[in-house]
């Protein structure tokens, strides 16, 4: 009985225990948001990394993003292209940190965080892309404002 009541306690303590480290890693899986006839807000929290990374989607369907003002585009691994049904059209160039890719451009008809609605979004697939975010480029943060103070990030779409 002892060692049944360790181990549930270990089991309960491993499921807290892993929803923390989640919340520390993207805390803004529901981000803070609000719109109302001409605009709308989502205040992202940055992550003990430093960076904002936040729960949002993809043509109706739930993805992760990581906020990449250095990036051109939307990318997105391969992997990621494909459960979301995106095809591929030209193969392009991309200079990264870590060199000269091949990407291919997509179009992405919906893009949300929030309240904040884009649509027909330019985007790229990175075959060698090994992470499960998307990065979120200015293909996308060019059409809504942003404003950091602190520890948040504040995104502002005007209609």
């Not at 109302?36 to 992550?47: G, S």
């Not at 890719?101 to 309240?115: A, E, P, R």
């Amino acid at each position: 009985m002892m060692i049944a009541a360790c181990v549930t306690g270990l089991a309960l303590l491993t499921l807290y225990f892993g929803g923390v480290e989640e919340r520390n890693r993207n805390p803004n899986q529901n981000p803070i948001t609000s719109a109302d006839q001409d605009t709308a807000i989502v205040k992202l929290k940055r992550n003990r990394m430093g960076h904002y990374v936040a729960s949002g989607t993809i043509n109706h369907q739930d993805v992760e993003f990581l906020l990449d003002t250095g990036a051109t585009d939307v990318v997105i691994p391969a992997r990621i292209a494909r459960d979301l049904g995106l095809r591929r059209g030209a193969a392009n160039k991309a200079y990264t940190a870590n060199g000269t890719v091949t990407v291919y451009s997509t179009t992405l008809n919906q893009l949300t965080i929030g309240k904040i609605e884009l649509y027909n979004v330019r985007a790229s697939i990175n075959p060698g892309m090994e992470r499960s975010t998307i990065l979120l480029g200015m293909s996308a943060l060019k059409q809504v404002e942003f404003l950091q103070q602190g520890d948040f990030l504040t995104l502002r779409q005007l209609y």
